[in-house]
């Protein structure tokens, strides 16, 4: 079974195809950084016509390494949501029209289970029957959580951010530094540069009552710390940027490595600790879960650096993963910005 996934949420476009069991015969993604990076974040807009320019010469170049073609297309899957509905939009159609001319089934998948599924896209992985249960840490642009995967399909979110997502606070503070978007890879790169020990930014480790009902046991909070990082350069706007972007990079890495060795602690029937989404590349990040990982005795699972940041192979993964019910009638799926009514919120 080879299914081809397309992935139009946000600001990059792409196309994959991934055959069963679980390998990716080609993937190919047009990011539009470029595109928005002179106005610091993503412009719905010009996000929505780059991606109907791209999407068919995109999904054409997935022949171009003589992998298969038209023909080899069992199923087309692509992101309903969450994401842009202007975004979203082109690719639904793309995937409508493509299903229909090829007559095969066209999946809606949900975006946040493409990232979580994408964990299976690392070479050498068990099959999920002996890796799950899993404690992922799923971290991007818009959502940070801790995910208990039983299999796929089955997801129960331990914990959430109440505001903020990590990827989010990186890309703000990024901007308070006037380092350019997307923010994290930016942080990364200057803070090697600095000093331990100049600051410290509180960390995001909300346990009061309401926060608690609204994030999970495991809730996580990084407004604060933005707050914290504009009332800093407020007062000391002299200290080196390399020193600041370190001290922030750290209060966000150990937020989520402390919540993420508190709930693998809270139950010892986690048989992985994996991590996802785009936050994933960070080495800091890695490395501080490889320790946690450690501790607690269980292997430690990362997407392949290249399906970390939003891509197709992860959507196409998803049917392939488990039982779907395939999209029936006309005309496309609705978009779904938030997703409403899924499994996975
Ligand atoms: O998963 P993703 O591509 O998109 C969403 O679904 O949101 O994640 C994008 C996020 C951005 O916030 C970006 O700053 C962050 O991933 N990111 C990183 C790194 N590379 C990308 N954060 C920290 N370190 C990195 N190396
Ligand atoms: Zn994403």
Redesign the pocket.
Known sequence: MRVLGIESS?D?TAAALVESPLRVLASVVASQIGLHRRHGGVVPELAARSHVEALGPLLESLWDGGVSDWDGVDAVAVTQGPGLASSLLPGLAAGRALADRLGVPLYGVH?MEG?LLSLFLSPGIPDPASLCPVLVLLV???HTALVRLSAPGQYEVLGRSIDDAA??A??KGARLLGLPY????E??RIAEDGRDGSLRFPLGLPTGEEALRRGGPFAFSFSGLKTALRNHLLREPGLPRADVARAYQEAVMQTLLRRAAEALRSDGGFRALACV???A??RKLREGLESVAKEAGVPLVTTPFEY???NAAMIAAVPLLRPLAPHVGFPEPDPNPSLQGATLR
Request: charge should be negative; hydrophobic fraction near 10%; charged fraction near 25%.
């Open positions: 946000c990059e975006h990232h991007t642009g818009g990827g989010e990186l890309d997307p923010g994290g890879p942080i990364e989404g785009g936050v590349r960070n970390c940041t939003d």
